[in-house]
């Protein structure tokens, strides 16, 4: 959907239901940053009002709304993104837990038929080991190979 943008009046594609366009949004977040005393970081006016209420950040009622406007995009933004990203960090892990298992079970089944024990019986003796000697079973199963040549 076209929409013309509140500030500049340039034409952008609205798709977040944006009162400005991207440049301006983009350049009102960098002036919200900076926030230069009695600059309204919308229209870039310089304003009595916010130089003398600290509490005031916008020049006047539009750009107190377009400012907000702006804020909650960038939340919404940010929000998102967190999301998106603990996802991925919680799915690769899980695939890595995933790959940690199945190669565990295999090389259990590795000593197991180097012994001649049967799976059970080996999973039990490497975690008594890895009980007795404190280490976890992964460092059990690396030990007993090493020592075994498997
Ligand atoms: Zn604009
Ligand atoms: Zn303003």
């Known amino acids: 959907m076209k929409h013309v943008c509140a500030l500049c009046h340039q034409e952008f594609e609205n798709a977040y239901r944006m009162l400005v366009c ?11 940053e900076k926030s230069e005393p009695g600059i309204c970081p919308v229209c870039g006016v310089h304003s009595d009002a916010i130089l ?3 509490r005031k950040k916008f020049c ?11 804020i909650s995009r960038k939340y919404r933004m940010d929000h998102s993104q967190r999301i998106r990203e603990m996802k991925k960090t919680r799915l690769e892990k899980k695939k890595a837990r995933l790959r940690r298992k199945r190669s565990r079970i295999d090389e259990i089944a590795l000593i197991g038929k180097y012994m ?3 799976y059970g019986i080996t999973r039990m003796l490497l975690q008594q080991r890895a009980d ?3 280490i976890s079973i992964d460092i059990a199963i690396a030990a007993v190979r090493q020592e075994r040549g498997i």
């Open 116 to 118: 001649d024990k049967s």
């Open 22 to 32: 991207d440049d301006c949004y983009n350049r009102i977040l960098q002036n919200m």
């Open 52 to 54: 003398r209420n600290p």
């Open 60 to 70: 006047g009622k539009r750009c107190h709304h377009i400012g907000h406007a702006v």
């Open 132 to 134: 007795q000697e404190g």
